[in-house]
């Protein structure tokens, strides 16, 4: 499932897709608040979120991924949990 850029995810507006892999789709996205920042948003599937293990690993993947600190790494990232429809 691709989003469209344009689309209102919450607080944020997809920009375009940056990739897919086994735990969903990311998209570079702009954060419509105060913040007004660059993010990538993971947008995962319903079987995923509604996993225990499953979501566990995402959030241990988003906890490293905030962790990281490199010159070449970028500090904007962002995970957020979103099902797509049913």
């Known amino acids: 499932m691709t989003i469209p850029s344009g689309t209102k995810l919450g607080r944020y ?3 375009s897709k940056l990739g897919a892999g ?3 789709e990311v998209y570079l996205a ?3 608040s105060e913040l007004g920042r660059a993010v990538a948003l ?3 599937p319903a079987e995923v979120a509604n996993n225990k293990d499953r979501l ?3 959030t241990q993947e988003a ?3 905030s962790n990281l600190n ?3 790494s970028w500090q904007g990232f962002l995970h957020a ?3 797509e429809p049913r």
Do not use: L, Y
């Open 30 to 32: 702009h954060d419509t």
């Open 63 to 65: 906890r490293t991924v």
């Open 56 to 58: 566990q690993r995402f």
């Open 81 to 83: 949990v979103t099902v």
């Open 42 to 44: 993971k947008i995962v």
């Open 70 to 72: 490199h010159p070449n």
């Open 13 to 15: 507006e997809i920009r």
């Open 22 to 24: 086994g735990m969903g």
